[in-house]
């Protein structure tokens, strides 16, 4: 079974982890939610799968491309 | 007479309020975060203060540090822009008790208009037609019968929304076209809410299918009279946020637009409005009909579409007023329009991936030329307000938009024939921006034919997102 990065596709603050390890998630649900210029903006699951990784911590920043999260698929 | 002024804001509205300032003899004090220390609102300020680090939380919304800055440079007033702690009545209190001018309103407006059941109630008494809606009810309630929920829909009228009243962000919201479908779309609301919110109660809300986002700036004098200075259009929206906004509102009836204006003028009488404000109203596109939001207590993003279109600086009738300096207006035939305006916002953001923020740094900033003066070159000006030059960093950490450009003209055509061209002139590496975006829409027939509706963006998407 592949692992995949889920990757941030922009540079934000990491306002809440709402997944966590072990998580089974569904295409397009949000493992972690970003603030960036003022907005909220979820980084989803690429493909449906399992949480096998969260490579960031609420309150850090994170840059655009950063593995936010691995996904067993 | 305001001899020390503290702008308790960054970026273009931080820059335009000292640029006012200036022109009425004030000196101007700064306030920066650590990641702003160089910004261009600091480097156009006759001195400026750290306030803390670069989340908004810990520099320009703290309150008490900002009103220190305040004090410790020896300012006499603060002006708060938009944004940030402008609408924070106690922080109006607060800068007011240290016996500084506060350039607002009264605490007790932002705090009436803050709260939204108030302000409905406030506008209502100023015989401001407002959106018909019912009060809260519990389904669960033994006392609220089918009988009851039909009559509340029926004052209501269709198409209507079934909203959670302990929600947000549109959880459970359900819309009904006809009587029929009332009952179930009640259940459904009822249950999704009590789910996310632990509280089943739920209201009803006219919806309007076709609706256009159109505004009126008022000014009030703090003592009964107030003036309004027309309307603008802000219909071309994107993540709720206003992108496209014009003056005179395009295709809106004579009777229309003159009840509107002496509606948003009538809610500022009403209060003893002080200063500048903004009435915003839902316009149904199909009948014309209008109805209250709500009402911003502050300068307002769009200002300068009224301010090209009227002649009048609105940033400095503010401070004059709160100086208790006379203001070179006495009464609504001061204020004369002319022309149309429009303005475009230039984000720093990625059209074709939603809307997503773009961050990095600016290589190349070329902007055309405008005239010197704020309002230079009327009738037929080009004005753009900006907050960043060439070489400064566009973090994540405070709002996307990089600038503003304003264009006026003789007529709608010539305005925004003026403001496609300052565009396309405009060169910016390092970050994505919507210019393109931008352009697209100028150029859409159903914009120029001022078909201009708030779902504008969502329905034309093929043509204005295209890669």
Not at chain 2, 33 to 59: F, R
Not at chain 2, 106 to 115: A, Q, R, V, W
Request: with cysteine; glycine share 10%; aromatic share 6%.
């Amino acid at each position: 079974m592949p692992i995949i990065e889920v990757r941030s596709e922009i540079t934000g603050n990491v306002w809440k982890i709402v997944a966590a390890v072990g998580d089974r998630v569904e295409e397009e649900a949000a493992i972690v939610i970003l603030e960036s210029m003022k907005m909220e903006i979820p980084v989803t699951a690429p493909e449906s799968g399992v949480i096998t990784e969260i490579c960031v911590t609420e309150g850090s920043t994170c840059s655009e491309g950063a593995v936010v999260a691995r996904l067993q698929v | 007479m305001i001899r020390r002024l503290l702008v308790a804001n960054r970026g273009e509205i931080a820059c335009r309020v000292m640029r006012s300032a200036r022109l009425l003899g004030m000196s101007t004090v700064a306030v920066h975060s650590e990641v702003d220390a160089t910004a261009l609102h600091v480097a156009l300020a006759d001195q400026a203060v750290a306030i803390g680090a670069a989340p908004a939380t810990e520099s320009y919304l703290v309150a008490a540090r900002v009103l220190a800055a305040a004090v410790d440079s020896g300012a006499d007033a603060v002006h708060p822009g938009y944004g940030f702690l402008a609408e924070n009545a106690a922080f109006a209190r607060a800068v007011e008790a240290a016996g500084l001018r506060w350039v607002g309103p009264t605490p007790k407006s932002i705090d009436d208009m803050g709260d939204k059941a108030r302000a409905r109630i406030i506008a209502r008494a100023a015989g401001v037609p407002v959106l018909p809606g019912s009060d809260r009810f519990s389904p669960a309630d033994p006392a609220v019968t089918s009988a009851t929920i039909e009559a509340a829909a029926a004052a209501t009228g269709f198409p209507l929304l079934v909203k959670a009243a302990a929600g947000g962000g549109g959880i459970g919201m359900r819309r009904v076209d006809d009587p029929a479908g009332l009952a179930a779309a009640i259940e459904s609301t009822q249950t999704m809410a009590a789910r996310a919110f632990g509280d089943g109660t739920v209201y009803l809300e006219r919806f309007v299918p076709k609706a256009r986002h159109v505004e009126v700036q008022v000014f009030g004098f703090g003592d009964g009279r107030a003036v309004h200075l027309y309307e603008r259009d802000c219909s071309i929206q994107r993540r709720f946020q206003k992108v496209i906004e014009e003056s005179p509102a395009p295709g809106l009836d004579q009777a229309t637009r003159t009840a509107m204006c002496e509606a948003a003028t009538a809610l500022a009488r009403e209060q003893a409005y002080r200063g500048a404000g903004t009435v915003e109203f839902v316009v149904d596109a199909d009948s014309g009909e209008f109805f209250f939001l709500e009402m911003n207590t502050r300068i307002q993003v769009e200002h300068p579409v009224t301010e090209m279109r009227t002649g009048v600086d609105l940033v400095a009738w503010q401070l004059l007023l709160a100086g208790g300096d006379p203001l070179p207006v006495a009464g609504q035939d001061d204020v004369r329009a002319q022309g149309h305006a429009i303005e475009a916002r230039l984000y720093a953001e990625r059209p074709a991936k939603g809307f997503l923020p773009s961050t990095g740094t600016l290589s190349v900033f070329e902007l055309p030329a405008t005239g010197a003066a704020l309002l230079d070159g009327l009738p037929d000006g080009l004005r753009i307000d900006a907050g960043v030059r060439a070489g400064d960093t566009i973090s994540h950490w405070y709002d996307p938009m990089i600038a503003k450009v304003i264009a006026h003209g003789a007529t709608r055509d010539a305005a925004i024939d003026r403001l496609r061209a300052a565009l396309a002139a405009i060169r910016i590496e390092g970050v994505e921006t919507n210019l393109v975006f931008l352009q697209r829409t100028l150029d859409h027939p159903a914009f120029r034919g001022g078909d201009v509706f708030t779902g504008f963006i969502d329905a034309h998407k093929a043509v204005l997102l295209a890669r």
